[in-house]
């Protein structure tokens, strides 16, 4: 193979391995944390996307600063999450499959929602810069995908540091590890919960800005990423962010290579494939603890 | 003057009742042992006093404080620090972080400088190994560091259940001494052993729990020469 095209290939994986990154880290911070997994995470990376074009279009600012939009939504949007579909399972019998149905509901209301408000219609969000990268005259990226890489992986690297160094992180790390001692430093389980649920879908919000630039936004922006996440955290190994961090690359980079020798068509199979081998032969993921 | 004050408690799991009336108060600065064999409801004592179980009778007051109806991080607030059985460190976590959590609450968090070089002169060994993940500690040293991180919570009263659980002798020796270093800073220790011979050398007073009722309390040379402890405890 030419350099050129490995080159090529390799940025295009790590593109997507970014993106993948992104949009799982949430999802699986939750289920590690609060323990639950979170069927409305497609949702909010829906809502995300469709919270830029608000910026944009109604309210008149550029692309950053519709970020902040997206932050404060999908925050806020995590906490009516914790608050009213989480929080009164908590220790209840059939917390867990409650939950999914619960977040599940609430997802397929929000593209009912998005449906009547935004219409039908397929929107395009613009790219943050539109200049291109060339290594001797090839075009090797777009400065919109460099952009893009950049900022997914300093938010990556942010939330890397919180949670080895801040005070929530580390008690976000400790639930996951033990709740029962978790309580006995004197750590607020629903306080944490309540942040953790939180950040997990300002992830699922800023990925989905994000994706809406490369993607079109439909009212099921969200679904496909919500399939993959799930498949990314099972082969990262359910609840662990490193593991997750790790599968996502290793994925967005498969995914290429594979969507170049063998079709694109083949990219989502072999996502599928991943999954099930996965199963089949780890069923702890990379990085999770055998059972 | 009693620190600690329980009194009446009956609680369980659900339906399932496990303690029945029981009542005893602790002294400042005193070490107080309960005994008993497995399953006679120590751990579920402990339990109720530092609210991961809500008593369906019954008070706990501390200090002057009642804290029967409060949440154990609330309960961590008023400096009753509970160090459960089997250690239950973090074990993918770093002895700094663990020792960092230990520190979690708003009035400890201040102290956290002052706790750390007294922890870290109590166990030199975690100090050694302040980076190194807690669960590819030997036995003995995470029951060390799980007791460091109880008194980095800065503990008016220290709960300890079975710290010698699974130690070999001479280690279990080692955590014994520095309970009674622990006791020797000022801090209130209650005590649950199943080693019931070394933990009456070391305590001031103790009760006998069988079946979730209190037997049998006094002072710890009461105790040792009780027949009936000395039958079914001791073996003499």
Partial sequence: MDLMIIINLLIAGIFLGALYALMSTGLTLIWGTVGILNFAHGAIITLGGYMVWVGLQYVGLNYVLSLVIVIMFSLFLGFILELFIFRPFRGKTGEFMNTIYCSLAFAESMAGIILIVFGPRYKKLPYISTGVIKVSNIIIMTTHELVLVILSISILISFWIFLKKHKYGLAMRAISQDRFAAQLMGINLNKVYLLTVGVGCLFAGVSGAFLGTVYFLSPHLGDMPLVFAFVIIVFGGLGSIQGTIAAAFILGLFQSTVGYLLGLGWSAAIFFLFMMLTILFRPSGLFGEAA | ?236
């Fill in chain 2, 1 to 236: 003057m009693s620190l600690l004050k329980v009194s009446n408690i009956e609680a369980g799991y659900g339906k399932v009742q496990v303690l029945w009336d029981i009542t005893f108060e602790i002294g400042e600065e005193e070490i107080f042992v309960l005994l008993g064999s497995n399953g006679a409801g120590k751990t579920t004592t402990l339990r109720v006093i530092s609210g991961l179980i809500h008593p369906y009778n019954g008070t706990i007051t501390f200090n002057g404080k009642d804290l029967t109806k409060l949440q154990p991080h609330e309960i961590v607030e008023h400096g009753v620090i509970h160090v459960p059985e089997g250690r239950r460190i973090f074990p993918k976590m770093t002895v700094y972080e663990n020792l960092r959590l230990g520190a979690y609450t708003k009035r400890a968090e201040k102290h956290f400088h002052d706790s750390l070089s007294i922890v870290y002169k109590l166990f030199p060994i975690l100090k050694e190994r302040r980076n190194q993940i807690a669960g590819t500690l030997s036995g003995g040293e995470q029951q060390m560091l799980a007791i460091a991180r109880g008194l980095m919570g800065v503990p008016k009263i220290l709960l300890l259940d079975e710290p010698s659980l699974g130690l070999a002798p001479k280690v279990a020796d080692k955590i014994f001494g520095y309970i009674k270093e622990i006791n020797q800073l000022g801090v209130t220790l209650l005590l649950v052993e199943q080693n019931v011979f070394r933990v009456l050398e070391l305590a001031d007073r103790g009760a006998v729990i069988e079946n979730g009722r209190l037997v049998l309390s006094g002072s710890a040379d009461e105790l040792r020469d009780n027949p009936h402890i000395k039958k079914a405890y001791l073996g003499l």
